[in-house]
């Protein structure tokens, strides 16, 4: 038998075929992917300066982008503390204090292959502060100029070193930069030359250069940007370059869905549809366990107080009425009602955190002593105290507001309050919180349910307590403030060294609980639904959660 | 007929910059801060001051609503507050998704509908009529958002048969006619039909039932025609009031379903709408609306046009 030339090359390229086929079948049959429900309605803004929220923060900015500094989210079981990120150390001007001088981590690289330098870290702050650079982005600055209110400008020292400059001294920098995400300068010159020649104002070819950036993405993180749809999906590949080898990702690919209705939420993982969705049902919680799946929760730094009125006439002027207020709660009880999500609070923060400072005040359940309290303030069940409260019927971080509230208003009942809720739509609450409590807005209320982000020291404590954030410049709602809380905030600003600022914004957050300008309630924890083939999760004390170190078996 | 086709496209003129001026009325007096897509809850004053005069909130509303309308009257519906994206892009791109799901859940809805009804119709007054009207009744009364929930629950979580979120494994833009992606449309698709079913169920049944009550089906009869003949006869005669209904019930899901649309996360007109009102997105829900009222607006004219062609009576 003779064999054709011809026939043989054809076997040969037919095994060839073949044996492709199935090599990259075998590829894509490992390919390791993890696909994650959020509760966004849209893909958080990809490019640099994510919205939604800090949920924006925890999927399309800490996954993709990396900041000068960074939280660390490798632990559970204590607070999430400040790390080194892309500056690998930084120091305060010792004789001026309003410079900060800041050493980059060498070797770092853009998606796109170029260099983070110096030069990158002046063009990322100038897309925020500065309205002459040709870069700057009205829509970033809103999300990003208020995390970091006195940071002014930047400038190169060198090839890996720069200065950023406050407006006034300021401890509290380093805290704020974990919110200025750094994008890729190069890669955004490119999509700027890629705007049509007929676009020719300056302004409008920026403009076009973001949105083409935001559809193909390029920043340091651990993963990279590989697809997007608008409103439907975005999806990540591991960045096998990343600079740091312990979050240089093993899973291969990331798909992120908006799936803003908890229960399809929740039915899209129990069918297999996600891996990993966020704030799951609570009712669906029990059967999501029975099914196999892991729920991670932990305290976040959140917390949902009433925040009280200390204009003229309010009830709350009483200090005896605060902490009547504060010891007639069951915290159990209300988080037994939310099945078990919820964080009991004692105060802003919770006493395991540096910033906590033993307060005197002890924020716990104790009717009887709150009953006291209110009897010695001349009331009584017979002659209750009327208070006001505006609330929403829900809201971001607001958690499940008419239940709760409800729960408040039937447990005051037996310590002498008669609770008037007044229930707002969620936007128009926000904007009367801006406002103040002496706005007509208030509407009579003396207390109002906003909840807060506590992360940074500005943002959990001194816009609540300085007589500098009176409305309209900030959310001190109710007026609180005196000399004395303005001595321990300059102090707190003023320390340099961390340690001794963390004890004097513990000395400031005592002092907070001791004056409860707050019912202290509760902290969100935050909980997201897992299933069991997703390893390697830590649920930090945080709102955020790395998904680079975890792994999909 | 020319002269009334000018006449119908010169009244819609009026009527659609009386939708853009109620339109933008609407969502700039609803409270709020129409920047809270950007500003987070904890932004000052300051900076919201700053930001409302970098994207002209500052200005008049007249000025605002003037500028708007003359960049609209030019095909620019604007950008995104919360994306950046141009309310074009995002606006056609859902009408496209909307469409596919409204032409769906058309179809279902009008041959379940047409088959309810013709039962009941043939069947008057018997038990087969009652269930079938309670089938209809059930339909127009259910709250869908409520049925789409009960659907998800069943047909995804319990039996796992169909994906309960999403336009396709890899999004609607790379949307293709095959099972892996139409098992997608299939729940949101059958939810949205329940309500042009029982409009049509209802519409055919007393159709059926007036048609068989006229004097030339008792002629029919009498000539000896088939029942299967007789039938033909009814449906011809159902059919104009039957179709015009079903073109109208088109023109209702075209709108999209808010409720829907966010149940099953189906990118398509409600599901933005859902999105620009919770952002409180103003350029993106006034484009949407706009782009809405418009296919409303137009799909009227058409339908009037049609009707004069059949019956030139109603030019006079």
Same mark, same amino acid.
């Given at each position: 038998?003779?064999?054709?030339?011809?026939?043989?090359?054809?076997?040969?390229?037919?095994?060839?075929?073949?044996?492709?086929?199935?090599?990259?079948?075998?590829?894509?049959?490992?390919?390791?992917?993890?696909?994650?429900?959020?509760?966004?309605?849209?893909?958080?803004?990809?490019?640099?300066?994510?919205?939604?929220?800090?949920?924006?923060?925890?999927?399309?900015?800490?996954?993709?982008?990396?900041?000068?500094?960074?939280?660390?989210?490798?632990?559970?079981?204590?607070?999430?503390?400040?790390?080194?990120?892309?500056?690998?150390?930084?120091?305060?001007?010792?004789?001026?204090?309003?410079?900060?001088?800041?050493?980059?981590?060498?070797?770092?690289?853009?998606?796109?292959?170029?260099?983070?330098?110096?030069?990158?870290?002046?063009?990322?702050?100038?897309?925020?502060?500065?309205?002459?650079?040709?870069?700057?982005?009205?829509?970033?600055?809103?999300?990003?100029?208020?995390?970091?209110?006195?940071?002014?400008?930047?400038?190169?020292?060198?090839?890996?070193?720069?200065?950023?400059?406050?407006?006034?001294?300021?401890?509290?920098?380093?805290?704020?930069?974990?919110?200025?995400?750094?994008?890729?300068?190069?890669?955004?010159?490119?999509?700027?030359?890629?705007?049509?020649?007929?676009?020719?104002?300056?302004?409008?070819?920026?403009?076009?250069?973001?949105?083409?950036?935001?559809?193909?993405?390029?920043?340091?993180?651990?993963?990279?940007?590989?697809?997007?749809?608008?409103?439907?999906?975005?999806?990540?590949?591991?960045?096998?370059?990343?600079?740091?080898?312990?979050?240089?990702?093993?899973?291969?690919?990331?798909?992120?869905?908006?799936?803003?209705?908890?229960?399809?939420?929740?039915?899209?993982?129990?069918?297999?549809?996600?891996?990993?969705?966020?704030?799951?049902?609570?009712?669906?919680?029990?059967?999501?366990?029975?099914?196999?799946?892991?729920?991670?929760?932990?305290?976040?730094?959140?917390?949902?107080?009433?925040?009280?009125?200390?204009?003229?006439?309010?009830?709350?002027?009483?200090?005896?009425?605060?902490?009547?207020?504060?010891?007639?709660?069951?915290?159990?009880?209300?988080?037994?009602?939310?099945?078990?999500?919820?964080?009991?609070?004692?105060?802003?923060?919770?006493?395991?955190?540096?910033?906590?400072?033993?307060?005197? !005040? =002890? $924020?716990?359940? #104790?009717?009887?002593?709150?009953?006291? *309290?209110?009897?010695?303030?001349?009331?009584? %069940?017979?002659? /209750?105290?009327?208070?006001?409260?505006?609330?929403?019927?829900?809201?971001?971080?607001?958690?499940?507001?008419?239940?709760?509230?409800?729960?408040?208003?039937?447990?005051?009942?037996?310590?002498? !309050? =008669? $609770?008037?809720? #007044?229930?707002?739509?969620?936007?128009? *609450?926000?904007?009367?919180?801006?406002?103040? %409590?002496?706005? /007509?807005?208030?509407?009579?209320?003396?207390?109002?349910?906003?909840?807060?982000?506590?992360?940074?020291?500005?943002?959990?404590?001194?816009?609540?307590?300085?007589?500098?954030?009176?409305?309209?410049?900030?959310?001190?709602?109710?007026?609180?403030?005196?000399?004395?809380?303005?001595?321990?905030?300059?102090?707190?600003?003023?320390?340099?060294?961390?340690?001794?600022?963390?004890?004097?914004?513990?000395?400031?957050?005592?002092?907070?609980?001791?004056?409860?300008?707050?019912?202290?309630?509760?902290?969100?924890?935050?909980?997201?639904?897992?299933?069991?083939?997703?390893?390697?999760?830590?649920?930090?004390?945080?709102?955020?959660?790395?998904?680079?170190?975890?792994?999909?078996? | 007929?020319?002269?009334?086709?000018?006449?119908?496209?010169?009244?819609?003129?009026?009527?659609?910059?009386?939708?853009?001026?109620?339109?933008?009325?609407?969502?700039?007096?609803?409270?709020?801060?129409?920047?809270?897509?950007?500003?987070?809850?904890?932004?000052?004053?300051?900076?919201?001051?700053?930001?409302?005069?970098?994207?002209?909130?500052?200005?008049?509303?007249?000025?605002?609503?003037?500028?708007?309308?003359?960049?609209?009257?030019?095909?620019?519906?604007?950008?995104?507050?919360?994306?950046?994206?141009?309310?074009?892009?995002?606006?056609?791109?859902?009408?496209?998704?909307?469409?596919?799901?409204?032409?769906?859940?058309?179809?279902?809805?009008?041959?379940?509908?047409?088959?309810?009804?013709?039962?009941?119709?043939?069947?008057?007054?018997?038990?087969?009529?009652?269930?079938?009207?309670?089938?209809?009744?059930?339909?127009?009364?259910?709250?869908?958002?409520?049925?789409?929930?009960?659907?998800?629950?069943?047909?995804?979580?319990?039996?796992?048969?169909?994906?309960?979120?999403?336009?396709?494994?890899?999004?609607?833009?790379?949307?293709?006619?095959?099972?892996?992606?139409?098992?997608?449309?299939?729940?949101?698709?059958?939810?949205?039909?329940?309500?042009?079913?029982?409009?049509?169920?209802?519409?055919?049944?007393?159709?059926?039932?007036?048609?068989?009550?006229?004097?030339?089906?008792?002629?029919?009869?009498?000539?000896?025609?088939?029942?299967?003949?007789?039938?033909?006869?009814?449906?011809?005669?159902?059919?104009?009031?039957?179709?015009?209904?079903?073109?109208?019930?088109?023109?209702?899901?075209?709108?999209?379903?808010?409720?829907?649309?966010?149940?099953?996360?189906?990118?398509?007109?409600?599901?933005?709408?859902?999105?620009?009102?919770?952002?409180?997105?103003?350029?993106?829900?006034?484009?949407?609306?706009?782009?809405?009222?418009?296919?409303?607006?137009?799909?009227?004219?058409?339908?009037?046009?049609?009707?004069?062609?059949?019956?030139?009576?109603?030019?006079?």
């Amino acid at each position: 038998m003779t064999v054709r030339p011809a026939r043989l090359l054809s076997a040969l390229i037919g095994c060839g075929l073949i044996a492709l086929t199935s090599a990259s079948g075998s590829v894509l049959a490992q390919e390791k992917v993890l696909r994650i429900g959020m509760t966004a309605a849209d893909i958080p803004r990809t490019l640099g300066q994510p919205d939604q929220g800090f949920e924006g923060n925890r999927f399309t900015g800490i996954p993709m982008y990396d900041a000068l500094t960074q939280w660390d989210l490798s632990k559970a079981d204590a607070p999430s503390v400040l790390i080194p990120g892309l500056a690998a150390s930084w120091a305060v001007d010792a004789a001026d204090k309003t410079k900060w001088v800041f050493k980059l981590r060498p070797g770092a690289k853009f998606h796109d292959g170029s260099a983070f330098d110096a030069d990158a870290v002046v063009w990322n702050v100038q897309k925020v502060l500065d309205k002459d650079a040709r870069h700057f982005d009205a829509s970033q600055v809103g999300v990003t100029a208020s995390r970091m209110p006195t940071l002014r400008s930047a400038r190169k020292i060198d090839e890996l070193t720069v200065e950023l400059t406050t407006s006034e001294p300021d401890s509290f920098l380093p805290l704020n930069l974990t919110n200025l995400f750094m994008a890729s300068p190069a890669h955004w010159e490119a999509k700027l030359k890629a705007v049509p020649a007929s676009v020719t104002d300056p302004a409008e070819r920026a403009k076009q250069a973001w949105v083409a950036f935001a559809a193909d993405a390029s920043g340091t993180g651990p993963f990279k940007m590989s697809r997007f749809v608008p409103r439907e999906r975005l999806e990540v590949v591991k960045n096998t370059a990343y600079w740091d080898p312990k979050r240089t990702p093993t899973i291969d690919k990331v798909v992120m869905l908006p799936l803003p209705e908890a229960n399809a939420r929740t039915a899209a993982l129990l069918s297999g549809q996600v891996d990993w969705i966020e704030a799951p049902a609570p009712d669906a919680i029990p059967q999501i366990k029975s099914r196999g799946f892991t729920v991670y929760s932990n305290p976040q730094p959140h917390i949902w107080p009433w925040q009280l009125s200390f204009a003229e006439g309010s009830p709350w002027l009483d200090k005896r009425v605060r902490h009547a207020a504060n010891l007639c709660i069951n915290r159990g009880e209300l988080k037994e009602l939310l099945g078990g999500m919820m964080g009991e609070a004692k105060g802003i923060v919770s006493p395991d955190h540096p910033w906590w400072g033993n307060p005197s !005040f =002890d $924020v716990k359940f #104790d009717p009887d002593a709150a009953r006291k *309290l209110m009897a010695e303030a001349g009331h009584s %069940a017979a002659k /209750p105290l009327k208070v006001k409260v505006q609330v929403s019927a829900s809201g971001s971080g607001q958690m499940q507001p008419l239940p709760m509230n409800e729960y408040l208003q039937e447990s005051l009942r037996q310590c002498y !309050f =008669d $609770v008037e809720l #007044d229930v707002l739509e969620w936007n128009t *609450l926000f904007t009367n919180w801006r406002r103040g %409590a002496k706005d /007509p807005s208030a509407s009579g209320a003396n207390a109002i349910n906003v909840t807060a982000a506590t992360m940074d020291p500005f943002f959990a404590m001194v816009r609540f307590v300085s007589t500098k954030t009176f409305p309209p410049v900030s959310n001190n709602w109710g007026f609180f403030g005196n000399d004395e809380f303005d001595a321990l905030i300059a102090t707190a600003r003023t320390t340099f060294e961390d340690k001794e600022r963390d004890a004097a914004l513990a000395r400031l957050h005592a002092r907070i609980v001791e004056e409860a300008p707050f019912v202290f309630v509760a902290h969100d924890v935050g909980p997201r639904a897992m299933s069991p083939k997703v390893k390697g999760v830590v649920q930090p004390k945080s709102w955020f959660i790395d998904i680079a170190p975890m792994r999909v078996e | 007929m020319i002269f009334y086709l000018l006449r119908r496209i010169v009244y819609t003129v009026p009527i659609m910059l009386g939708v853009a001026f109620f339109c933008f009325l609407l969502v700039h007096i609803s409270p709020g801060d129409p920047l809270v897509a950007i500003l987070p809850p904890d932004a000052s004053v300051e900076l919201q001051r700053q930001l409302m005069t970098l994207y002209g909130f500052d200005r008049s509303w007249p000025e605002q609503f003037f500028g708007w309308l003359w960049r609209a009257l030019q095909g620019d519906l604007g950008t995104s507050i919360a994306t950046g994206r141009p309310v074009a892009d995002e606006v056609f791109r859902a009408v496209g998704n909307t469409l596919m799901l409204a032409c769906l859940a058309t179809l279902i809805g009008f041959l379940l509908g047409s088959l309810f009804g013709f039962v009941a119709g043939y069947f008057s007054n018997s038990w087969v009529d009652r269930a079938a009207s309670a089938l209809s009744v059930l339909g127009v009364s259910v709250p869908h958002y409520w049925l789409g929930m009960v659907m998800v629950i069943v047909f995804s979580a319990w039996l796992g048969w169909l994906p309960p979120t999403g336009a396709g494994p890899g999004g609607s833009d790379q949307w293709a006619w095959d099972w892996a992606h139409i098992q997608y449309m299939v729940l949101p698709a059958v939810t949205m039909s329940v309500i042009p079913m029982g409009i049509i169920a209802r519409t055919v049944r007393a159709l059926v039932a007036d048609i068989l009550a006229q004097e030339f089906v008792v002629g029919l009869k009498a000539k000896g025609m088939t029942d299967s003949g007789i039938f033909l006869h009814v449906v011809k005669n159902a059919a104009p009031t039957a179709l015009a209904v079903m073109g109208l019930q088109l023109g209702y899901l075209l709108g999209g379903s808010i409720l829907i649309e966010t149940v099953f996360s189906w990118p398509g007109t409600g599901f933005l709408l859902n999105s620009a009102i919770f952002q409180r997105d103003l350029p993106l829900l006034q484009g949407t609306i706009l782009v809405l009222a418009m296919f409303f607006v137009l799909l009227n004219l058409l339908v009037d046009t049609l009707q004069t062609a059949i019956d030139p009576r109603i030019q006079r």
